[in-house]
């Protein structure tokens, strides 16, 4: 009994000794006191006013006391306390995301010369990177995308020879590349895209074999897509959306075999379809890119493949009979044929598919679905603009319509009187076509990379934005690759066409937000109408209205369209991953001639003539009254 009782005190004695050794330990390590002064400092550049380091020490804390928290704010600081026997600690990493600060990068963040990790994304920081950086010897993560930082990127960034992460997308960099980025031969991940960068890749670039992730949309580079990216084994995400880089796609860069993203669209050059390697490919856009001759065979036999989108090119021939079509599959806008009925396939598939503008045939019999855009799919492109959504017989042809996007009625009072701006609330998927009585819309695309499940098209403020229709303007209807709105069961002629536009996501009242750049190209009737359009830099700030107007749009077949269409440029990532495309608040027409209407001129005549003849027969019987009064007025007279 006693050796078991002496058994369980030496097992409880250890228990406890061991937990107050460590806390003793915990208690007595401390953040470097060097470091902790040079916290405050880093808080006033960075433009936090209210940071309180006498609360306790960050490093078990494990963030910043800066007086104020919201779910989308991340604040985390780590460190290192394994200096000097456990006593004195160092930051490791150091992370201030969706805060919106507003001050400059800070240069004091050498003084944490302990430092791996630099993470200020989601900010309004300005200015260049510090010089002073690169002193640090620890670095290995560099992210700084989603703020308005500017100028050249260094030559020095060559010195963090540990760097695996630099991520700097949606700022404004710009010049070139320089050549010594080739030096950071550890990079695993490089993110430029949406920034101003021009000129070529550097060949210096071949020398970053162990690259992952390589970002350059949404740029001006020039020249041809770099063979040596081929080189890059590792690479498992490429995007290259409206990069300024032009094809042709180098068969060592299609043969990579770990790539899981290929993106690449509005571009040249890029005229045969690459014999893509990859068996774990997940997206491939290969969009805008001038593709043409068929669909290869072995693109509906990758397994992993969730989003196919080979729009807007010159693809041509019939669709296969597949087991399934990858779960988003669009190919609106190109020459495609045949009967897709007898690939039911596509007819009977819970996949997103859109089959808009292309030349297919179909049987009277075929339905719209949910899930299918049929719009214009038709080789009888006058006869059939809606193929599956039975005839459009029009009762009578209109001359004006007008649409308030995103929003219900509203009626606005003008000098020539009330309008109203028809209802556009209903709910919009990823390949939709929803038509009303004489206009409808077509809806292409998917939000990439969002965190939500269900994509949102419509988007509201409560804000007022200013002009004289504020009504109209709360509402917008946006898409991430085109929106098409139509008006059939028009009468022929000229038409005034009137687009309302105003930024209600990319707000001015919100730091981070105001970064946001949306840009977007607009057809009337297939004609470019407005290339690189920017509501935003149009109305000098957000809240505020924009009209342009298309005078004497020729209608000939009784049809109307407006597209707006997502060029690849812009950003993508504010306020939150996956908002960018086109954006519309209303749209009006209106037949440029006024309201004819036909003269009868016989009936006029005759009208004319019976009330002459019935005013000269009037005037005959009051004068023949008035001369038989006057004759019996005079015999009257004679008698007397």
């Given at each position: 009994?006693?050796?078991?009782?002496?058994?369980?005190?030496?097992?409880?004695?250890?228990?406890?000794?061991?937990?107050?050794?460590?806390?003793?330990?915990?208690?007595?390590?401390?953040?470097?006191?060097?470091?902790?002064?040079?916290?405050?400092?880093?808080?006033?550049?960075?433009?936090?006013?209210?940071?309180?380091?006498?609360?306790?020490?960050?490093?078990?804390?494990?963030?910043?006391?800066?007086?104020?928290?919201?779910?989308?704010?991340?604040?985390?600081?780590?460190?290192?306390?394994?200096?000097?026997?456990?006593?004195?600690?160092?930051?490791?990493?150091?992370?201030?995301?969706?805060?919106?600060?507003?001050?400059?990068?800070?240069?004091?963040?050498?003084?944490?010369?302990?430092?791996?990790?630099?993470?200020?994304?989601?900010?309004?920081?300005?200015?260049?990177?510090?010089?002073?950086?690169?002193?640090?010897?620890?670095?290995?993560?560099?992210?700084?995308?989603?703020?308005?930082?500017?100028?050249?990127?260094?030559?020095?960034?060559?010195?963090?020879?540990?760097?695996?992460?630099?991520?700097?997308?949606?700022?404004?960099?710009?010049?070139?590349?320089?050549?010594?980025?080739?030096?950071?031969?550890?990079?695993?991940?490089?993110?430029?895209?949406?920034?101003?960068?021009?000129?070529?890749?550097?060949?210096?670039?071949?020398?970053?074999?162990?690259?992952?992730?390589?970002?350059?949309?949404?740029?001006?580079?020039n020249g041809t897509i770099p063979g040596y990216i081929?080189?890059?084994?590792?690479?498992?995400?490429?995007?290259?959306?409206?990069?300024?880089?032009?094809?042709?796609?180098?068969?060592?860069?299609?043969?990579?075999?770990?790539?899981?993203?290929?993106?690449?669209?509005?571009?040249?050059?890029?005229?045969?379809?690459?014999?893509?390697?990859?068996?774990?490919?997940?997206?491939?856009?290969?969009?805008?890119?001038?593709?043409s001759g068929s669909v290869p065979s072995y693109i509906w036999n990758m397994?992993?493949?969730?989003?196919?989108?080979?729009?807007?090119?010159?693809?041509?021939?019939?669709?296969?009979?597949?087991?399934?079509?990858?779960?988003?599959?669009?190919?609106?806008?190109?020459?495609?044929?045949?009967?897709?009925?007898?690939?039911?396939?596509?007819?009977?598939?819970?996949?997103?598919?859109?089959?808009?503008?292309?030349?297919?045939?179909?049987?009277?019999?075929?339905?719209?679905?949910?899930?299918?855009?049929?719009?214009?799919?038709?080789?009888?492109?006058?006869?059939?603009?809606?193929?599956?959504?039975?005839?459009?017989?029009?009762?009578?042809?209109?001359?004006?319509?007008?649409?308030?996007?995103?929003?219900?009625?509203?009626?606005?009072?003008?000098?020539?009187?009330?309008?109203?701006?028809?209802?556009?609330?209903?709910?919009?998927?990823?390949?939709?076509?929803?038509?009303?009585?004489?206009?409808?819309?077509?809806?292409?695309?998917?939000?990439?990379?969002?965190?939500?499940?269900?994509?949102?098209?419509?988007?509201?403020?409560?804000?007022?934005?200013?002009?004289?229709?504020?009504?109209?303007?709360?509402?917008?209807?946006?898409?991430?690759?085109?929106?098409?709105?139509?008006?059939?069961?028009?009468?022929?002629?000229?038409?005034?066409?009137?687009?309302?536009?105003?930024?209600?996501?990319?707000?001015?009242?919100?730091?981070?937000?105001?970064?946001?750049?949306?840009?977007?190209?607009?057809?009337?009737?297939?004609?470019?109408?407005?290339?690189?359009?920017?509501?935003?830099?149009?109305?000098?700030?957000?809240?505020?209205?924009?009209?342009?107007?298309?005078?004497?749009?020729?209608?000939?077949?009784?049809?109307?369209?407006?597209?707006?269409?997502?060029?690849?440029?812009?950003?993508?990532?504010?306020?939150?991953?996956?908002?960018?495309?086109?954006?519309?608040?209303?749209?009006?027409?209106?037949?440029?001639?006024?309201?004819?209407?036909?003269?009868?001129?016989?009936?006029?005549?005759?009208?004319?003539?019976?009330?002459?003849?019935?005013?000269?027969?009037?005037?005959?019987?009051?004068?023949?009254?008035?001369?038989?009064?006057?004759?019996?007025?005079?015999?009257?007279?004679?008698?007397?």
């Open positions: 009994m006693w050796i078991f009782f002496s058994t369980l005190f030496l097992f409880f004695f250890t228990i406890i000794t061991t937990f107050l050794a460590i806390l003793t330990a915990s208690t007595s390590q401390a953040l470097h006191p060097d470091e902790l002064n040079a916290l405050g400092e880093i808080a006033t550049t960075l433009g936090i006013k209210r940071l309180n380091l006498s609360d306790g020490d960050p490093c078990f804390s494990r963030t910043l006391n800066i007086g104020f928290v919201s779910d989308e704010m991340k604040n985390t600081i780590a460190c290192d306390c394994s200096f000097n026997n456990n006593m004195t600690c160092h930051i490791t990493e150091l992370i201030l995301m969706s805060i919106s600060l507003s001050g400059k990068l800070p240069p004091e963040l050498a003084k944490l010369q302990y430092l791996q990790n630099i993470t200020l994304v989601r900010n309004y920081l300005s200015g260049t990177i510090p010089v002073e950086w690169a002193s640090m010897p620890y670095i290995t993560s560099i992210k700084l995308s989603a703020n308005n930082l500017s100028g050249p990127l260094p030559t020095w960034l060559q010195n963090f020879k540990n760097l695996k992460i630099l991520g700097i997308e949606g700022n404004q960099f710009s010049g070139t590349i320089p050549d010594e980025l080739g030096n950071l031969t550890n990079l695993t991940k490089l993110h430029l895209a949406s920034n101003k960068f021009i000129g070529r890749l550097p060949v210096t670039l071949a020398r970053l074999v162990n690259l992952e992730e390589f970002w350059i949309s949404d740029n001006n580079f081929g080189t890059w084994s590792r690479l498992q995400k490429l995007f290259l959306h409206a990069s300024g880089l032009k094809g042709p796609l180098p068969e060592a860069v299609a043969r990579l075999e770990n790539l899981v993203d290929l993106r690449i669209s509005d571009t040249t050059g890029i005229n045969f379809f690459p014999n893509i390697s990859s068996k774990v490919i997940a997206t491939l856009i290969l969009r805008n890119v001038g593709l397994s992993k493949l969730n989003r196919l989108d080979l729009s807007f090119n010159k693809l041509t021939g019939e669709l296969q009979e597949v087991q399934q079509a990858p779960p988003h599959t669009y190919l609106t806008n190109n020459m495609l044929s045949g009967n897709v009925e007898s690939a039911s396939v596509y007819l009977h598939s819970k996949s997103v598919i859109d089959l808009s503008y292309n030349n297919f045939s179909w049987s009277s019999s075929c339905r719209d679905k949910s899930n299918i855009n049929t719009y214009r799919s038709s080789y009888l492109q006058n006869s059939l603009l809606l193929p599956c959504a039975g005839p459009t017989n029009c009762s009578k042809y209109q001359r004006s319509l007008h649409v308030n996007c995103g929003g219900g009625n509203v009626q606005i009072k003008t000098s020539s009187g009330k309008i109203t701006y028809q209802a556009d609330n209903s709910t919009t998927g990823a390949a939709t076509n929803r038509h009303l009585e004489n206009w409808g819309i077509s809806n292409t695309g998917d939000f990439t990379d969002d965190t939500s499940h269900d994509d949102t098209y419509i988007i509201s403020t409560n804000l007022t934005p200013s002009g004289d229709y504020p009504d109209l303007y709360k509402t917008a209807r946006r898409s991430p690759l085109s929106l098409v709105y139509y008006a059939f069961c028009l009468e022929n002629g000229a038409y005034n066409v009137k687009l309302h536009f105003v930024e209600i996501q990319f707000l001015d009242e919100e730091l981070n937000s105001r970064l946001g750049r949306r840009i977007f190209d607009v057809y009337v009737q297939g004609e470019l109408f407005l290339r690189d359009f920017n509501i935003k830099d149009e109305a000098n700030g957000t809240l505020k209205p924009v009209l342009k107007e298309v005078k004497a749009v020729n209608v000939t077949d009784h049809t109307l369209e407006i597209r707006l269409y997502w060029a690849g440029k812009g950003t993508v990532l504010f306020p939150k991953r996956g908002n960018y495309g086109p954006l519309i608040s209303a749209i009006s027409l209106c037949h440029m001639e006024k309201t004819k209407y036909n003269t009868n001129y016989p009936l006029i005549f005759g009208v004319t003539g019976a009330l002459v003849a019935i005013i000269l027969l009037a005037l005959g019987l009051y004068a023949q009254k008035r001369c038989r009064g006057d004759t019996n007025m005079r015999e009257r007279d004679l008698r007397a």
